[in-house]
């Protein structure tokens, strides 16, 4: 088993290890700012996924996140220990760059990669399930991540 620079699993648990979750933005915004349709479903998600092993967040799920708040101090009282703060993999820039690519070709208009595509590309490399109520562009660019979503 190998780990990351924050000493989180990076390889697929087996049955004794605990399942590191990457949390997406729209979760944490979610409970964030009490949304009235989806406050609860993420609130009961993200503690699910605690009880199963470590919370992460990477830079630029931190960076989405920080828009609702007006003072870095503010968030960091809010994303508490409880959430592993990891690095992008260099491994993930590449795949993210990767499934951006696949998404042009497909069609798509944006033209840099999306924070989705780094975030999906940060769960497939590094082993983690990633919990996220939007996962249609998941599921499409990196199907070999196990999903947690309300769909």
């Not at 989180?8 to 979750?21: D, G, H, M």
């Not at 993420?42 to 830079?59: F, K, W």
């Not at 998404?103 to 924070?115: I, S, V």
């Not at 940060?122 to 919990?131: E, K, R």
């Amino acid at each position: 088993m190998t780990r990351d620079e924050a000493g989180v699993s990076c390889a697929a648990p087996s049955p004794e290890e605990p399942t590191v979750t990457l949390v997406d933005a729209n979760v944490l915004l979610d409970v964030f700012t009490e949304d009235p349709v989806w406050a609860e479903w993420s609130a009961r998600a993200l503690e699910e996924a605690a009880d199963q092993g470590p919370l992460v967040i990477n830079p630029v799920i931190y960076a989405e996140v920080s828009v609702r708040f007006s003072r870095i101090e503010e968030l960091d009282q809010e994303l508490t220990d409880d959430f592993v703060r990891a690095p992008l993999p260099w491994e993930a820039a590449f795949l993210a760059g990767k499934a951006h690519l696949q998404y042009r070709k497909q069609g798509g208009n944006k033209t840099t990669p999306l924070p989705d595509f780094y975030i999906g590309a940060h769960a497939a490399v590094s082993g983690f399930q990633l919990l996220s109520r939007d996962a249609r562009r998941f599921r499409t660019y990196f199907p070999t991540v196990k999903l947690v979503s309300p769909n």
